[in-house]
Every structure is written in structure tokens, then in C-alpha cells.
């Protein structure tokens, strides 16, 4: 289905356009009643299939929201790239890149390859290169590390974000997988810091409360090359972003990187709770959220939506 924002003419404005289209699109796509909620963490087995929020904020700092844009959920693999953003303002480009490829996988999240020659694992937005580039992130403890990584998320949503503790129990009781990965990259030379205390903040980072509201905020301090459009702070520097995104573009959806770059033309990023982060550069964030998830672990409702909005506007990059 193709929804079409029914003009009104006293509604001419760039802002009203805008608003009726997410509402539209939202309207079109809010029935699709397809996928499963992801049920490998247990906690995330209770999400509530029907909900579905969209959000868009301009790099002027307009918002625009339809539906549960502010119901609360766990960001997941969502922080990847935010976090990616802090390593690479605490290391630099070429530190970290000793230690995490820049490949798109053509895998799922969870493949435990590394390179056989380097032990590194290809980009950091599958879990192995999201738990190294963690890893990377400066602190002179484990809190202070785990300290830094949610005042960084904070700053780029542009209020505080908490942490879901029950979510993150869960995931440490079931992350054997992760757990697996981890030994594996320590054993290989790319995860150089403690196992353990690694993982614990990687689970943790994945466990911090969002909304679809705050994940367009966050793409939008992304898409204004790294200064919050909401807050005015400047949280990363600009050329992060540039790394950030092109490395969205070619790895932020897994296995369907490159299906999605040749539909929706934008950098992006998915999570298995549901969310869904893409840029337009130096144009806006958008931040969706339903929790069913298709064969690849990408939102159902978020992808149709981003999609359908990148269509509209024509956002196509190529
Ligand atoms: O590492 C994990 O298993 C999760 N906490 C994050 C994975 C995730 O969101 C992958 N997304 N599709």
C-alpha cells in the first residue's frame, strides 16, 4: 500500500507537510501485522507487537512525531553506532580501525567471523565489532567507562537516559553467544581489554532506555554533522560523523545492507527491540520503533515506514 498525504489547503506549510506525511505513513503501515518479536533476550519476549512510533527531527530542531514516538524501549544495537562515535573521538580513526574492519558482513548480528589474517571482527555494527569498539571507549574504571558511553547517548538524544535493568539481567544471563564471541576476538589479539568487564558494559549500553523520539534526535545530531540540533550542544566532531555514517551506509542493517541502500538510499541502523535510526544528511534523523522484526532481525513496520518516507521525499542519496 501506498499512502498518499491528503492535501489540504489550508495546511500549506513546509511543517504541515511534513507532520501529515508521517501521519499518513504511519497510517498506512500501522496494520502490517507481520514478523516476530525477538525472544533470544527473554525480557524482550514481552514487548507489545502493536505498537509503532515515528519521529522526525530536522537539523533546525523541529520534531515531528505519529503514534507510540515516546513509549520507552531498549536501544540494542542501536547504541553501535553512537558508541562507534565515541571510540572514534577517544582513539582516532586509525586506532580503532586495528582493531575493527570497515566490511559490510553480509552476515547476521550475531556471526562470530573474524578476519583470519587480522582477528578482527569485519565492522563495528555487528555485536563482535560493537563489544571491541566498547572496548575502546576511554574510562579509567569500568563504571566510568559504562559512565561516559550513557552520557554520550544522553547528549545525543539531549536528555538523560536510564538504564533498563531487567532487560540488561536478562541479556547478561543469556548472552552466551556474545560471551563465545568475546573469548574468541581476546584470544585473537582485536579485544585487548578485559572479557569480562567489556562485556558487562557492552550488555549494559544495549539496555539503555529510548523512545522513537529520542532515536530522531540522536540521527539528526548525526545528520548535523555532531552537534545536537535540539540542545545546540556539540557532541561529536564532524568528521566522526562522516566515518559514523559511511559506515551505516554499508553495515547498519546486516545482512540486508545492501537491498536496503538500493530502496531507501540512507545510511541506517537497526536494533532487535524494533527501533530503527536513518539520516538524512545535513536534512533530519529519523527514529521509528515496533518491536516485530523479519527474517534479518530489521523492524517490519520501521523498515516499510523509512522506506516509504525516503520514497515520498525523494531522499534517495543515489
Ligand atoms: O548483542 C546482542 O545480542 C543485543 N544486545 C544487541 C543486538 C541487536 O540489537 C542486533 N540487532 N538486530
Redesign the pocket.
Known sequence: SSPQPTPDPGRTGASELIADALAAVHEAFRDLDEGTVAT??PELATADRSLFGVALAGVTGSIYTAGDADAPFTI???SKPFVFALALMDRGLAEVLEHVGAEPSGEG??SIRLDPATGRPPNPMV?AG?IVTTSLVRGASEEERFARILDLLGAFAGRPLDVDGRVYVS?SET?D??RAIAYLMHSAGSLTADVEATLDT??RQ?SVLVTARDLAVMSATLANGGVNPVSGERVVDEIVTEWVLAVMATSGM?DYAGEWLLRAGLPAK????GGLVSVGVGQFGLGLFSPPLDAR??SVRSVAAAQEISRQFDLHLM
Open positions: 533470544y533476550i540494542q544495537s542501536l548480528f550475531n555485536n560493537a541479556e548472552g553467544r556474545n557492552y550488555f544495549c546486516y537497526s536494533g532487535v527491540s532481525g530489521n
